[in-house]
């Protein structure tokens, strides 16, 4: 049992009694009336946006800057500077998410343990220092460590991120949220083109090449925004940072309630034993791997394929990237937005599934030329079925280990295939990287499969619940699972 204050024990009713309109409620999303807010309460969820946001946006599009800096390294110099060959730099791109993948076990323990705001502090300011520390690397094995490096202390800022949304945000409005986080990197691949061309414009100074210049500048920005990170990142919705007012906390308790999130420092291996025998882990875990192929791929041979095009500069491949980062944040957006509006994750997300094989078919199948360019910018329509997966996750899992681990799995898998990713780009296919967008194309597909499965699996509990409810409402300080929680309602 979870201990928590008097205040937050209160009663926690996820459905209301069956009436007629039951089955449809399975079918559409598992809601049976939509929640109106009052004018209070539409307050409090500005005030927590506008103290949450703005720096949390800030960190995620530094570190998917920092992330995809070797992509951009790629134009900027770093084989002639390094001497690295092509499959080395495959590696690069790959070894980085080995480190994210294995820091994934030891950071869902340290998630539990640790004050969030605080540990993911300490470990921004760690990853920054590596980004400064690899504009020092001269051989392919000091590139790899620090790159390894890299991977081990990022890992840790996405899975803090999708557990501090829950705790902020009622059930119906997480999808959104989920998908202004995702859509995050895409605006961070914006924010990272941009320096870039100005970087390129700059050439070598005080014999500095311009590659390692990209990777000072943002070791730099994201050491600062570390310490901001430590001090000022809202995790809990009754930080002081809010300020509260009496009926605010009132508020806070019932949207409390609604989430069915409840922070723990003990970890409940009974939950972890319920998600393991679950088949949505497996689904889940599948889609997670299958779109993440691509998205490895295309994020480390991006300016690459771009510059196969034509005989464009480095500025100008750095250039012809920037709508990729564009195209990744609207495909997010407009995903998000519309699952939130229609009420259904599900079909949304295999709508973008469906635009991201286009675009992966075109780059495969496509000339050189605008077609090409048109499908690398489609292609990008993967993030916001990513953003989907993120917020069926958040939205349909409950019990405080279950959703860690849950968010683990997602992340590990989602790491797993963007090692995979840019290994399959193989140097003998230049420039088509044929092997690349067949593999890539059968992600799309099985991801595509995965979200109508997941569906099913869902609306067919739902109706069970809906037909036969619980009598008893949930006491939310018991921190139940979605499984033992009767009366919790999937969101489809």
């Known amino acids: 049992m979870v201990s928590i204050s008097g205040e937050d024990k209160k009663e926690i009713a996820h459905i209301d009694s069956p009436d007629s309109s039951s089955t449809d409620a399975a079918e559409k999303g598992g809601f049976q009336q939509r929640y109106v807010k009052s004018e209070a309460e539409k307050k409090l969820v500005r005030k927590i946006s506008y103290t949450f946001l703005p720096l949390t946006t800030a960190i995620i599009m530094v570190q998917f800057a920092d992330k995809s800096a070797l992509a951009i390294s790629a134009v900027l110099g770093i084989y002639q500077d390094t001497g690295i060959t092509g499959s080395q730099f495959s590696w690069l791109g790959s070894i980085f998410f080995l480190g994210y993948l294995i820091m994934q076990l030891p950071n869902q323990i340290f998630i539990q343990k640790f004050h969030i705001r605080r540990y993911l502090g300490i470990c921004i300011v760690i990853w920054g220092a590596v980004m400064m520390f690899t504009a020092m690397g001269n051989t392919f094995s000091e590139l790899a460590a620090l790159r390894f490096l890299l991977g081990l202390f990022e890992a840790t800022c996405l899975p803090c991120i999708y557990l501090i949304v829950p705790h902020l945000y009622r059930r119906e409005e997480q999808t959104f949220y989920f998908g202004v986080v995702t859509m995050c990197q895409g605006v961070g691949s914006v924010l990272g083109n941009l320096v870039a061309v100005g970087i390129s414009y700059m050439g070598t100074r005080r014999g500095i090449t311009m590659w ?5 500048i943002f070791g730099i920005l994201t050491v600062v925004l570390g310490i901001l990170c430590f001090f000022f990142l809202l995790d809990n919705p009754r930080s002081w940072m809010l300020r509260l007012t009496e009926e605010e906390r009132r508020i806070v308790d019932s949207r409390t309630e609604d989430n069915a999130v409840v922070k723990s420092s003990k970890i409940d291996l009974k939950q972890i034993k319920e998600a393991l025998v679950e088949p949505r882990l497996y689904i889940i875990a599948m889609a997670a791997l299958c779109l993440n192929m691509q998205n490895g791929g295309l994020l480390v041979f991006s300016a690459q394929i771009i510059r196969t095009l034509g005989n464009f500069s480095p500025t100008e491949s750095i250039l012809l990237k920037m709508p990729g980062g564009v195209a990744s944040t609207i495909f997010i957006l407009a995903a998000s937005i519309t699952a939130r509006r229609i009420q259904q994750i599900s079909y949304t997300g295999m709508v973008m599934c469906l635009l991201s094989l286009g675009g992966v078919v075109i780059l495969a199948a496509a000339p050189h030329g605008g077609a090409k360019l048109a499908g690398y910018y ?19 899992v409950s019990g ?16 797993v295939g963007n090692f995979i990713g840019p290994l399959v780009m193989l140097e003998r296919d230049i420039p088509t990287y044929k092997t690349g967008m067949i593999v890539y194309c059968i992600g799309n597909a099985v991801a595509f499969f995965c979200f109508w499965a997941a569906r099913i699996i869902m609306a067919r509990e739902n109706r069970r619940r809906l037909a036969d409810p619980p009598k008893e409402k949930t006491d939310v300080s018991l921190g139940l699972t979605d499984v033992e929680d009767r009366n919790f309602i999937y969101k489809l």
């Open 212 to 216: 390692r210049w990209n990777h000072l």
């Open 378 to 396: 489609l292609s990008w329509a993967m993030g916001g079925a990513g953003a989907l997966y993120a917020a069926m996750v958040g939205t349909n």
């Open 400 to 415: 405080y280990t279950k959703k860690v681990f849950y968010n683990c799995v997602l992340v590990v898998f989602s790491t």
